[in-house]
């Protein structure tokens, strides 16, 4: 840290904020909320003062477990792939790994949003510290399923359907006969198709649409909940199905609504019911700059002004917060429908130090644990919307939601618990205001799960599958066991569907329904749509009532599985099957043949490297935490810090059992940085990497993810993610 912020910070109690952080809250914030100065300061010094120790004691945990583990690897190599299950799963309980668990309850979480209790659909996540991104996001709990389909591969380039540069109507038509197909299967006629429907009209209450010379009605008449414009001169007309809503749009003066015969301009789905405005994996913000401008962000969003402008297609833009939608309900009365997504905050998880606020317990001035000082300020920020103030509002019941990744154990969930409810008492809010959604991605968390979920029962309003992190801290914890599978692999190993499988039986046996949503992970793959429509309806169908998209489009498309499948039904079919397997769970996926081609392990290898270059490089240089970095295929992933975690974790593993040699991974970092930056080379900030690696902070901290991987704290990237970009900043 640099002199100059030593010396400017302000004094409160054993606090040393920095300016610019200081100022934010004093200025922006705390007359906002209209919360006063001096007891906010003071509750938040007392908390820091209580829950700084605790916090780290958790960690000292974490590194003693994992350093048991690593040496009992040591003590009794696996042979051929595999260790002594039996002795490994006593060992575990022995050290305290894996818990007890105890009685049956249920959880009780009250208040909750209808978004996360009744409605299954897609959880769109967004960094939030990009406000165009983040307020897109929030603005996506409706869209466009014509233009979702017009600019992705789910409709075909083939029989002159390509994307052109102008308008295609062939690539239209197919647009229009898979919308139609979706309203015939979801919201079927008595009669015939919407292929055949000419005009619509709501005539005592029920939809009327005509098809030439006759008519038809729903074949279940209750879809019809809802229109605008005039009865018999409709511009809307909305539908609904498994809770979710459709709004079929009618403009016979619109490009594409004259060329149909019943004037359909466009059929608009409810698409991303709930969004995580995301603090962590895919956000760099490393100092009070970049805390400031997520909460910033956050601070606009639950007070419904956060507004930005920019260019696009050559004219300047100015995106806003949507307002909600109107509608006529087909008795005549009115009904107002929420126009945009439930927004949930992902903080920070238990590991980070922030600069943002130095703190002295005695020992000399350290840095604020950055989960503590996220779980004091983003509620704080959400005030208004939770004593319901605000126009626009998020919460409709006065809770605030609050994603808590990478928890390791239930003691650190109680002790997530506590931090939540020392920040009510602050703001002096009812207890269980804060709701915590608890990511499962780590491997301890998983095998404790119900006991973890019980340390929140009356807060959780989630657990989801965060696979990507799972595999990575799957990787870490059993390091020193042997070389692992291919990273493409990895989802085929036996650990992965019953974890999967585990977190919903979790989540059923301990009451989740109706008070919480069972979740699933993140569609990494944002241009694959078409492959995405086949793959991830299994979500649904596998009990989840949500799961994660990356984009708006993925959202629109995504809320589709939704229609296909009631994920209540399913539930309710899942709660009398058995748990899944806990021996399968704990089945490290090692290889158990090792006799890769130089090839295989080569382009293993590259892969690795190109996707840890590729988000590095954009992080460090350019604080970006979320990119689509090409893979060796050309194939657009999208990267973040728990992606890295395996690339980078994988690449240590081969690297520590003699798979890989140190030499070629530097000479396949050499020559990926080189791809990497020609794959930048249109971009007028891109620093390039090579020829000067040694000056590149960015090359230097991708190597380092790799060679000192095995010692990264359950192989976590932020370390030194976060020490590079302050290196860049010159804020070390
Ligand atoms: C393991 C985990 O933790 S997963 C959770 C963390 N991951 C995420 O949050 C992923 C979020 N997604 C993203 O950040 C982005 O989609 C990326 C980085 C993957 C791709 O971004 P880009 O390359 O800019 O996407 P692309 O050029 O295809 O699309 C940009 C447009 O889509 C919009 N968009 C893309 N992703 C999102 C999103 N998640 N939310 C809202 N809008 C989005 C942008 O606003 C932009 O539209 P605009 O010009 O109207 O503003
Ligand atoms: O946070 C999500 C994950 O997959 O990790
Ligand atoms: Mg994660």
């Known amino acids: 840290m640099s002199q100059a912020s030593h010396a400017n910070r302000i004094q409160k109690g054993i606090l040393a904020i920095d300016p610019l952080m200081y100022d934010f809250i004093e200025n922006e914030v705390l007359p906002t909320v209209g919360v006063d100065s001096e007891s906010y300061w003071a509750g938040f010094e007392k908390v820091v003062k209580e829950l700084t120790p605790r916090n780290k004691a958790l960690l000292a945990t974490r590194a003693e477990l994992q350093a048991k583990i690593d040496q009992w690897h040591l003590d009794h190599p696996a042979k051929n792939g595999e260790i002594d299950y039996p002795v490994y799963k006593q060992f575990l309980k022995d050290i305290g790994y894996l818990l007890a668990e105890g009685d049956e309850f249920s959880v009780t979480t009250e208040n909750v949003d209808k978004e996360i209790t009744d409605i299954a659909g897609p959880q769109l996540v967004v960094p939030v ?15 466009s399923l014509y233009d979702a389909l017009y600019g992705t591969d789910v409709i075909s380039e083939d029989n002159g359907q390509e994307t052109t540069r102008a308008y295609n109507p062939k690539r239209g038509a ?32 029920k939809l009327v649409l005509t098809q030439g010379s006759s008519t038809t009605t729903l074949q279940d008449p209750s879809k019809l909940v809802g229109y605008v414009g005039e009865a018999n001169s409709l511009t809307g007309i909305l539908l609904k199905n498994n809770n979710l809503h459709v709004e079929i749009q009618i403009d016979a003066n619109n490009p594409i609504g004259k060329d149909d015969p019943a004037f359909i301009k466009d059929v608009l789905l409810e698409s991303a019911i709930s969004v995580i405005q995301d603090c962590e ?134 002790f997530a618990n506590d931090l939540f409810a020392a920040s009510e008492d602050i703001l002096d809010i009812p207890r269980y205001t804060l709701k915590m ?58 650990w992965l569907p019953a974890y999967e499988q585990w977190n919903v039986d979790i989540g059923l046996e301990t009451g989740l329904q109706g008070h919480a949503q069972i979740g699933k992970g993140m569609w990494a793959r944002p241009d694959d749509m078409k492959e995405m429509m086949e793959q991830k309806i299994a979500h649904p169908q596998a009990g989840a009532n949500t799961a994660w998209v990356p984009s708006p489009t993925g959202a629109t498309l995504h809320s589709i599985h939704y229609h296909m499948v009631n994920v209540a039904e399913v539930q309710s079919s899942l709660k009398s099957r058995k748990r899944a397997n806990i021996d399968d769970i704990l089945t490290i996926p090692l290889a158990k043949d090792t006799a890769w081609t130089i090839e295989e392990a080569q382009t293993e290898l590259e892969n690795n490297a190109q996707g840890i270059l590729g988000y590095v490089v954009r992080w460090v240089d350019q604080g970006i935490g979320c990119s689509k970095v090409p893979d060796v295929h050309d194939v657009g992933l999208m990267e973040d810090r728990a992606t890295l975690r395996i690339s980078s974790q994988h690449i240590a593993n081969w690297l520590l059992h003699g798979i890989v040699t140190e030499e070629q991974v530097m000479e396949v970092m050499k020559r990926m940085a080189k791809v990497v930056d020609e794959q930048n080379a249109n971009d007028p900030c891109y620093k390039p990497m090579a020829p000067n690696f040694e000056h590149s902070i960015a090359f230097k901290a991708s190597c380092d993810l790799i060679f000192k991987g095995r010692e990264q704290p359950s192989g976590y990237t932020e370390p030194l993610l976060h020490h590079a970009r302050r290196a860049l900043k010159g804020s070390l």
């Open 129 to 143: 510290k990009n406000a165009r991104y983040a307020l897109n996001a929030t603005n996506a709990r409706w869209g």
């Open 174 to 205: 197919a647009v229009v006969a898979y919308a139609k197909n979706f309203l015939d299967e979801h919201f079927t006629l008595a009669t015939g198709s919407y292929n055949d429907v000419t005009g619509f009209a709501v005539i005592d209450g």
């Open 281 to 414: 994996d895919s956000v760099a913000a490393v100092d009070a700059d970049g805390k400031v401008a997520v909460y910033r962000n956050w601070l606009g969003l639950m007070n419904g002004n956060l507004a930005e402008s920019f260019e696009k297609d050559g004219k300047v833009q100015t995106r806003k917060q949507n307002p909600d939608r109107e509608y006529t309900t087909p008795e005549g009365g009115q009904l107002i429908l929420p126009g945009r997504a439930l927004l949930l905050i992902r903080n920070v998880g238990h590991l980070m130090q922030n600069p943002s606020i130095l703190v002295d317990l005695g020992d000399g001035q350290e840095e604020v644990f950055e989960g503590i000082m996220d779980a004091l300020i983003t509620p704080l920020m959400s005030l208004n919307d939770i004593k319901g103030k605000t126009k626009l509002s998020n919460s409709r019941t006065g809770s605030m939601y609050i994603v808590k990744p990478k928890m390791h154990s239930p003691d650190e969930v109680k």
């Open 437 to 494: 959604g608890i990511m499962d991605e780590e491997r301890r968390m998983t095998v404790n799960l119900k006991e973890a979920i019980r340390q929140a029962k009356e807060r959780v309003i989630f657990i989801n599958t965060g696979f990507l992190d799972r595999t990575g801290d799957e990787m870490h914890t059993s390091m020193n066991a042997g070389p692992f599978v291919r990273k493409i692999k990895m989802k085929e190993q036996v």
